[in-house]
């Protein structure tokens, strides 16, 4: 555990609960499993003070749902009292697999439904609870995050909505734009990286991959994943290139200008492994656009770091990739909903990102700066180090 000993010199602020909403249900039983073998582990001085009630437990899971109606309609339900508690909800907005009936049609559960059974569980907590923190791993909304011309603010307005309603924290991992906290300047809002859980994925998968400038280079797929790329070739000291997208700016296709042709910027890849960097797939074809023509311009292997696998097309395309040797390695997280299907790919690995989250939650409740319990870049270069002794 990172910085074990600032935890076991800090209190914490109120017992701990965590509200796993359905479509965050089994990340959340991974995070509480991670909290339960901290707190063994974590050695305090007097565990009857009152300062400690409840600080050891076997489940830190709190019973909640939000059954609905014939008619669609829904409401939140918690089994126990939250009162004095410090509490973490947990929602994934893009599980699309979680169902419910209207007038016997079935539907399958939209963001918007996830966002509403969020509210409808802050409600039902009546505003006892000591403190409340939501973990929101993909951000609602946050594609919406500006406005151009005549459109509307969703995030921004989703976020001063939690605020309203009393939240104190918003967690997020790679948010799409982050600056769309500038809508709750006074509300805590952590956007966390995920570099390091993915580099740790690709060196457990891919051994034999040397992260040095001679035989690696990151790319980035577009402008907007410029931070995270330049972010992973500074760690690891590797050269860094990436796509523009030349757009037709006089269509609209599906609410967006379509993408004419990637053009290339950067050195040489002939003969090097490449880490192609975004935050998120959707559909994928930038993604694969942008693999073919690594691959054509001399690249060894291709490996697709992203934090949220969304396919929202189906993987058929990256299956076809794979067999012709574009992608080697897709490497996304756990974070959101990912079907069996998706699993059971070969090229598809998943990072882990439960006890990340775990030690996230045990720092606040605690009360400590998360930077000093978790140092990515620091675990990067011990990685790293670690990682070439062994290819020695």
Known sequence: MANLELLEQALPIAPLKIAALESCSELGKKVNDHIVNFRKLTPKSDLTSPLYSAYQSDNYLINCKCPRFGSGEAKGYIGESVRGKDLFMMVDVCNHSLTYTVNGFLNHMSPDDHYQDLKRIISAAKGKAHRISVMMPFLYESR???RTKRESLDCALALEELFDMGVKNIMTFDAHDPRVQNAIPLVGFDD?????????ALIRTVPDVRLDND???????????MHRAVYISNVLGVDMG?????????????????????????????GKDVIVVDDMISSGESMLDVARQIKERGANRVFIFTT????????????????KGYIHKLITTNLVYLPQTALDRQYLEIADMSKYIALIFESLNHNLPISSVLNPTDKIRQLLIKHRSSLI
């Open 308 to 323: 949220f696998g969304l396919f929202t097309d189906g993987l058929q395309k990256f299956d076809e990739y794979y067999e």
């Open 242 to 270: 990436m796509f523009y997208k030349r757009r037709d700016y006089s269509l609209v296709v599906n609410g967006k200008n379509p993408i004419v042709a990637h053009e290339f910027l950067g050195t040489d890849i002939r």
């Open 215 to 225: 035989h690696l280079m990151v790319i980035s797929p577009d402008e907007g994943a």
């Open 192 to 200: 966390f990286p995920t570099q390091y859980q993915l580099l740790k």
């Open 144 to 146: 919406q995050h500006k």
